[in-house]
């Protein structure tokens, strides 16, 4: 995934895709994926509109459902939940602070199938007594899945808070392990 250059535009599209984890709210801008929620469009409606607000101005937005537009990220979220591919491609408009970005993007680099702690996110972004931050910036990433903020653990190993639950955490985690296949004794 690359960052685009901000726009002005107060149109932000937005499609809903079923997944193994629930329904997902995709919504992007004509720069990029901007936002995934979990749940449907009219269960964050609130919060996607005051999210736009805060990053795009304080002007209402124009919400538009276009499948369509979203049909390539919508295409991909399906193969990573069918365990057919393991990094997304496309543009996203990362809105954040800098801090927030530098994590998210540093989040980006954690393999699929693999996990990485806070500390080690703090170091990888130059800010090694940064963990408690890093935490902080994990919990606010607008793109869950595709950003993989799911793949960051405690530093003892243990399974800490996530946006969309743990037990989805769990779910991501567990996809991402390669498959173990029972013998037949047929």
Request: aromatic share 8%; hydrophobic share 35%; with cysteine.
């Amino acid at each position: 995934m690359k960052e685009t250059q901000p726009t002005t535009n107060n149109v932000l599209s937005y499609t809903e895709v079923a997944s193994p984890i629930g329904q997902l709210v995709i919504v992007a801008t004509r720069r990029g994926l901007c936002n995934i929620s979990f749940g449907t469009f009219e269960q964050n409606q609130d919060q996607l509109q005051a999210w736009a607000s805060r990053y795009y101005g304080k002007v209402q937005h124009e919400w538009q459902e276009d499948a369509s537009q979203l049909a390539p990220v919508a295409e991909q979220l399906t193969q990573y939940f069918g365990r057919k591919l393991e990094r997304f491609e496309g543009d996203i408009d990362l809105q954040g602070t800098d801090f927030q970005k530098r994590v998210w993007t540093a989040l980006l680099d954690i393999p699929y199938g693999k996990t990485a702690s806070y500390k080690d996110i703090a170091q990888a972004i130059g800010s090694p007594k940064a963990v408690r931050a890093v935490g902080g910036a994990n919990n606010k990433n607008p793109i869950p899945v595709i950003i993989p903020c799911h793949r960051v653990i405690g530093a003892s190993g243990e399974l800490v808070g996530y946006g969309g639950g743990l037990d989805i955490k769990v779910c991501l985690l567990d996809l991402e392990q390669p498959k173990t296949t029972t013998p037949s004794y047929d």
